[in-house]
């Protein structure tokens, strides 16, 4: 374990990882733009470490020692609460349901080993310019609504109708804000009902005749092939909150 209180004027970088030799750590350490604040292979140790060295970022590996990094994650949360630092999960873990998870947990991106130490800045970086709400967040808001829009149309939800808008509106918070997911009818229905100046239960049917509406075109197969899983069939229809999470999940896996 490695501590340090300098780096005045840098990003401060705390580094949780078992591996040995890691190109990051070094790539960080020699840096102008960071400071590396510490590193431990020991979930519980980055759990102690973090109150006191108030990193900017924790850039951290699934799989470590005590508690995993997950666990980690949840700790944080409970005792820096709004002051905890960005986390990346450099990890060599790639399967879609541990980026989920992580997301879902408050991560703010997920890596997959090998990772260049340059392409790590570059994520960092552009985690920053994120926070600016400036014209990145137009674009990044328009490039994702033309994600969405893409998805709807190729499935078969026509743009003319409510449930549409709905739909999208409620992918984009899922987006920015996964855990909405597991509170639908409490959170994310009246969210929308807000912005649209009409009732949860009108969100609701919205969203539905819009499913049952692409159901009805028969473009199941694009689902299938768009999700890249057999998963639907003529008499299978997702729920709303169903094909919200998997529209949202692959916008989230795609950057």
Same mark, same amino acid.
């Given at each position: 374990m490695?501590? !340090? ?5 840098k *990003?401060?970088?705390y580094?949780?990882? /078992? &591996?040995e030799?890691?190109p990051?750590?070094? $790539? ?6 960071f400071s590396l604040?510490? !590193?431990?292979?020991?979930?519980e140790?980055?759990?102690?470490d973090?109150p006191?060295l /108030? @990193?900017d970022? =924790?850039i951290?590996e699934v *799989? =470590?020692?005590?508690?995993?990094g997950f666990?980690?994650l949840?700790? =944080?949360k409970?005792v820096?609460?709004?002051?905890m630092?960005k986390?990346?999960?450099v990890t060599n873990l790639? %399967? ?5 998870k992580?997301?879902n947990?408050?991560?703010s991106?997920?890596m997959? /080993? @090998?990772v /260049?130490? +340059?392409?790590l800045?570059e994520r ?8 600016k @709400?400036?014209?990145?967040?137009i674009?990044f808001?328009k490039? =994702?609504?033309e ?7 190729s499935?078969?939800i026509p &743009? %003319?109708?409510?449930?549409?808008q709905f739909?999208? +509106?409620?992918?984009?918070?899922a987006v +920015?804000k996964p855990e909405i997911i597991?509170?639908i ?6 969210t929308?009902a807000e912005?649209? +100046?009409?009732s ?6 919205g969203?539905r005749h819009?499913i049952?509406?692409a159901?009805?075109r028969?473009k199941?197969?694009n689902?299938n092939?768009?999700?890249? *899983?057999k998963i $639907?069939?003529?008499n299978?229809k @997702?729920t709303?909150g169903e094909l919200?999470? *998997?529209?949202?999940?692959k916008?989230?896996?795609e950057?």
């Amino acid at each position: 374990m490695e501590k !340090t209180m300098s780096g005045k004027g840098k *990003l401060r970088v705390y580094v949780a990882d /078992k &591996a040995e030799d890691n190109p990051i750590v070094k $790539y960080i350490r020699e840096s102008d733009k960071f400071s590396l604040v510490g !590193t431990s292979p020991n979930g519980e140790d980055v759990v102690s470490d973090l109150p006191l060295l /108030k @990193p900017d970022f =924790l850039i951290m590996e699934v *799989l =470590l020692s005590g508690i995993d990094g997950f666990e980690v994650l949840e700790k =944080l949360k409970g005792v820096l609460k709004e002051a905890m630092p960005k986390v990346i999960f450099v990890t060599n873990l790639s %399967h879609s349901g541990f980026v989920t998870k992580a997301m879902n947990e408050g991560a703010s991106y997920f890596m997959v /080993k @090998p990772v /260049k130490p +340059e392409v790590l800045e570059e994520r960092m970086f552009d985690l920053l310019q994120a926070d600016k @709400p400036a014209d990145n967040t137009i674009k990044f808001n328009k490039q =994702l609504d033309e994600k969405i829009s893409n998805i709807f149309i190729s499935i078969g939800i026509p &743009a %003319h109708i409510k449930g549409y808008q709905f739909l999208r +509106e409620a992918v984009k918070l899922a987006v +920015e804000k996964p855990e909405i997911i597991g509170s639908i009818t409490k959170q994310l229905y009246p969210t929308i009902a807000e912005r649209f +100046e009409t009732s949860s239960s009108k969100v609701e049917r919205g969203m539905r005749h819009a499913i049952e509406v692409a159901w009805n075109r028969g473009k199941i197969e694009n689902i299938n092939s768009l999700f890249g *899983l057999k998963i $639907y069939n003529s008499n299978e229809k @997702p729920t709303n909150g169903e094909l919200i999470a *998997l529209i949202a999940d692959k916008m989230i896996m795609e950057g």
